[in-house]
């Protein structure tokens, strides 16, 4: 009993019960966030609210792998949640003077094209930052095939065809902020990863962070779900996409990141950006249908939960294979929270990460405690339908003699035809499917597809033998 309490998380200190903010109750955000990850199974989560020019609330829940319980200092992967940071780093720049927002990305990156040669001169460092360039995740197969460095993949985008002309329509794709990676980098003269060190995690008090440099020490252990029960599974440091989404930063240095974000660019003594800076990031662009300002979307209370609080909110999710996270502010409240946590995929992102969200948007609002639900009744359902639909097709295999028996009675076409539909059909999908993927997101399906088709071949390849005419012995024909 002890262990499991322990791996729900640890107790509040009286500090941080003591910091609470007006109008916020900490322990019913505590309360809250303890049954809904002991109900949904979550392995391990941390979580930092802020307040003003403080840190007003922060807690580890869970496991972060060989033992370790989570801790606000725990490091986790922030998946595309990193695009703030990178976004933060490039308006540095700006206000340098090294870049300018309306200049094309072919006076940092002379090199640099895209299929469109024309277009490839009009996209600009804004349009990089809006999401706006004309790029998208549908038409560039880089996205998902990257490259071993961060300038190999900037250059193969010389085939990415653009899906919208430049600067008329959002669209998200994250070849946006890798070339924002590779322009910080040329413009500073430092790798990625060392500049936001210097110009970011240092003057934030940031120790727990790290870009650009693979795991970091005490990186908590990523895990997937399959069938409702999380398994671990390592996460792959892909430098090629270090600035949309490998930046590693634990809940302690987000609540740190918050804070700045909410005091116009200024931690403790440290400024790190201009106060008109922050607010043009979290600023759409007029004139087109989006949300997204520079690394971060703007809406309301209103558009993303069931309150009726309209008030001003700016956030970005992040997800990686095994890691998902998710930042939030309130500027007008000056309120604001972030969580960290070490499991993804596509059923735990659609279910309980979205109670997680909007319940401490509510609870920060002063409103009652949502519900904590629990989302395991998925998993029992799609390991029971997976359970049936494999033992019905062991089942027909074992029954083959009878079957045998019944078709002989039919004509040869059709017998061929019945067979080769459970050949010809799933080996076609074994063999013509990219799984990686689909494995990514639904561990638990994918591999019950997989298995289906495997059973189908097997069973169309016994089909197969049974319905060949066989030769009789060499005696036989003597005879």
């Given amino acids: 009993m002890l262990a499991l309490l322990v791996s729900l998380g640890t107790l509040l200190t009286p ?23 002991a109900a949904n199974r979550v392995p391990g989560l941390s979580v930092v609210v802020v307040q003003d020019d403080r840190i007003v609330f922060m807690k580890g829940y869970g496991q972060a792998g060989g033992g370790r319980p989570v801790t606000p200092q725990t490091p986790f992967y922030l998946g595309s949640t990193s695009k703030t940071i990178t976004a933060l780093a490039v308006m540095q720049l700006v206000e340098q003077g090294k870049v300018e927002l309306d200049a094309p990305v072919q006076r940092y990156l002379p090199w640099f094209r895209v299929a469109d040669e024309a277009a490839s001169r009009q996209i600009t460092v804004r349009h990089l930052l809006n999401h706006t360039s004309g790029l998208s995740e549908s038409a560039d197969s880089g996205n998902s095939n990257l490259s071993p460095t961060l300038n190999e993949q900037i250059r193969r985008m010389r085939s990415a065809r653009l899906t919208a002309p ?10 946006n902020y890798r070339t924002l990676g590779l322009l910080i980098e040329q413009v500073s003269g430092q790798p990625y990863g060392d500049y936001v060190r210097d110009h970011v995690f240092a003057p934030l008090h940031m120790t727990h962070s790290l870009a650009g440099s693979g795991p970091a020490r005490d990186l908590a252990q990523g895990s997937s779900q399959a069938f409702g029960l999380p398994f671990p599974r390592p996460e792959k440091f892909q430098p090629a996409s270090q600035s949309s989404g490998y930046i590693i ?16 660019g200024r931690y403790a003594d440290q400024s790190v950006v ?18 997204y300002g520079f690394g971060w979307l703007a809406s309301t ?27 939030l502010l309130l500027p007008e409240k000056r309120l604001g929270f972030a969580f960290l946590c070490n499991q993804s995929g596509i059923i735990p992102l659609l ?8 319940g401490m948007i509510n609870l920060l609002l002063g409103e009652p405690a949502p519900p904590s639900p629990s989302y395991s009744w998925i998993g029992w359902l799609l390991g029971s339908f997976a359970a049936l639909t494999l033992g019905l097709q062991v089942r027909s295999i074992v029954r083959l003699p009878q079957w045998e028996s019944k078709v002989s009675r039919q004509s040869r076409p059709i017998r061929w035809f019945r067979t080769l539909v459970d050949l010809v059909i799933p080996a076609a999908v074994l063999s013509g ?14 591999l019950w597809v997989l298995a289906s088709c495997a059973l189908s071949v097997v069973r169309g390849i016994a089909k197969l033998v049974l319905i060949v005419p066989q030769k009789p012995p060499a005696f036989e024909k003597a005879a």
């Fill in 249 to 264: 930063s634990s809940a302690e240095d987000m609540g740190h990141y918050l804070i700045a974000m909410l005091n116009q």
């Fill in 351 to 358: 279910t309980w990460s979205q109670n997680v969200k909007g």
């Fill in 433 to 446: 499917v990219g799984w990686r993927e689909p494995y990514t997101l639904l561990p638990d399906v994918t």
């Fill in 274 to 291: 201009q106060a008109q800076t922050v607010s043009q990031m979290m600023t759409p662009p007029e004139g087109i249908n989006s949300q």
């Fill in 15 to 37: 500090a941080a019960l003591a910091q609470a903010p007006t109008g916020v109750n900490i322990q019913d955000i505590d309360a809250f966030l303890q049954n809904m990850l």
């Fill in 301 to 327: 209370v209103a558009a993303v939960t069931k309150s009726t609080h309209n008030d001003r909110i700016v956030f970005h999710g992040g997800s990686l294979p095994n890691f998902h996270s998710f930042a």
């Fill in 166 to 175: 430049v600067g008329t329509k959002y669209q998200y794709d994250s070849q």
